[in-house]
């Protein structure tokens, strides 16, 4: 379906992908971060014009510096091509903000942005092989993540989502990184990634499923099923009660009493 996202300011549309993110509305992100490039590019051009002129820059009433405008919108379309499985598309993206020092008169902030999508971008490009079943670099992966937490969470959920896509063993990385996500587990509740975190409890249940270790997999999806009504988060809900359905008749007796009395709660 066709947007309407005409008269829709730089900010709003940043806001529109960060929920339509949550929402895993993959098709809506692609024409609203077109919408943003396209907006902010037409921003860029008029200030560049200005500059050449002799005259005061307009800043458009934006609420962060240009840079981040241009590397937000093309690191969330990527991101939805990936999701897609429209790898090549997904690389062109990359391309797009993996390096946007060329954009002239960048404050301190601008360059900072720059530092912070070149990572970003490093770090989907990896994101995208292990989807193709690229798993050499998963070594060079496990490094980035060691060195910028906040990208922990969202790597792992990469790195599930390739393991169960390719069946291949990532016990020992589970392992290594457990008790790091679990003492951040009040962070990733709070802030803007708990998207992501109800998609690691997600996928960590379904990966034990598909590797036979089904009673610690229900017992997860239990507590991703609580921890989804608790944030009201309906498409991790959903994922964790489908596949909870599927493994529900093998299930212990205090399983299925949990699992049924959520079920109450939620009639209540």
């Not at 496990?142 to 959920?157: A, D, I, K, Q, S």
Request: with cysteine; charged share 30%.
């Amino acid at each position: 379906m066709e947007l309407d996202l005409n008269g829709i300011n730089a900010d709003s549309l940043v806001q529109m992908l960060k929920a339509s993110f949550t929402l895993e509305n993959w098709d809506g992100i692609l024409q609203i971060a077109d919408k943003l490039y396209s907006e902010i590019n037409h921003f860029y051009s008029i200030n560049q014009r200005e500059s050449t002129d002799g005259q005061k820059e307009s800043d458009f009433g934006l609420k962060r510096s240009i840079v981040y405008y241009f590397g937000f919108s093309m690191c969330l379309k990527g991101i939805a091509l990936e999701k897609m499985g429209r790898y090549e598309e997904a690389r062109e993206c990359i391309s797009k903000y993996e390096e946007l020092g060329w954009i002239n008169d960048m404050d301190a902030g601008g360059w900072a942005e720059v530092e912070y999508y070149s990572e970003i971008a490093r770090a989907n490009r990896y994101v995208i092989d292990l989807n193709e079943g690229n798993t050499e670099v998963l070594p060079d992966y496990l490094v980035f993540l060691r060195h910028n937490y906040e990208e922990l969470l969202p790597g792992m959920t990469h790195i599930l989502e390739s393991a169960i896509k390719h069946e291949y063993n990532v016990d020992e990385v589970l392992i290594e990184f457990k008790e790091q996500i679990e003492s951040m587990e009040e962070y990733y509740e709070t802030k803007r990634n708990i998207r992501y975190y109800l998609d690691f409890i997600y996928l960590k249940a379904k990966y034990y499923s598909l590797n036979g270790n089904i009673y610690d997999a229900i017992n997860i999806l239990s507590y991703a099923m609580a921890s989804s009504v608790k944030f009201k988060d309906d498409t991790g809900f959903r994922k964790s009660a489908a596949l909870f359905e599927k493994l529900r008749n093998q299930t212990t007796p205090e399983q299925l009493d949990k699992y049924l009395g959520l079920m109450e709660q939620i009639l209540v």
